[in-house]
């Protein structure tokens, strides 16, 4: 599918939405309105003590617990991987409380379908120093630390809020077990 044109129909903080005129494949246009949003980051982090950072988080009208990775979205749709990084290294701080020495990228993806376009940035963080949490107001966060057996235990009995964020889970750890940060 190639893209011939794209115009911003509408635009708020959080998303736009864009029409786009397209030439499929079989050579006939076609017009899809594509909701975009600003990157998301995520980051699994790991104590000098061998505890993987979590968060438990309340949600929603209900006002339900869930469970996460530390994480939020880009303030922009015009992004450096520099910016990403940055927004990271903010939302680890602001909703775990921890400063890492050491980061880095564990997975990039694109969700790039005919309705919605989005990156997903995920880090792995590790040499932390815990500078205690700088929540936004209204946010309602408590860091919750977990061993490996039970970090491995919430993937098995998945208990984390999205499926998405147990493959992260399961990638950071296998990450640093490669490391040697993991037995």
Not at 8 to 36: D, H, Q
Not at 103 to 113: G, V, Y
Not at 130 to 153: C, H, K, M, P, Y
């Amino acid at each position: 599918m190639q893209i011939k044109s794209r115009k911003v129909v509408y635009e708020c903080p959080i998303f736009k939405i864009e029409e786009r005129e397209v030439l499929l494949p079989s050579n006939v246009a076609k017009t899809f309105w594509t909701m975009i949003r600003p990157p998301n980051v995520g980051v699994v982090a790991l104590t000098n003590d061998k505890k993987i950072v979590l968060i438990k988080e309340i949600l929603g009208e209900d006002s339900k617990e869930c469970l996460l990775i530390p994480g939020g979205k880009v303030d922009t749709y015009d992004y450096t991987e520099e910016d990403v990084k940055e927004q990271a290294l903010t939302e680890l701080h602001e909703e775990a409380g921890y400063v890492p020495k050491n980061i880095q990228l564990l997975t990039k993806h694109s969700a790039p379908w005919n309705t919605i376009d989005r990156d997903f940035f995920h880090y792995v963080a590790w040499d932390l120093e815990d500078v205690g949490q700088s929540l936004e107001d209204g946010e309602s966060i408590n860091r919750f630390l977990v061993t490996l057996e039970e970090a491995e235990e919430i993937i098995k009995q998945r208990k984390m809020t999205s499926p998405e964020e147990e493959r992260i889970l399961e990638k950071a750890i296998k990450f640093f077990k490669e490391k040697g940060l993991l037995p």
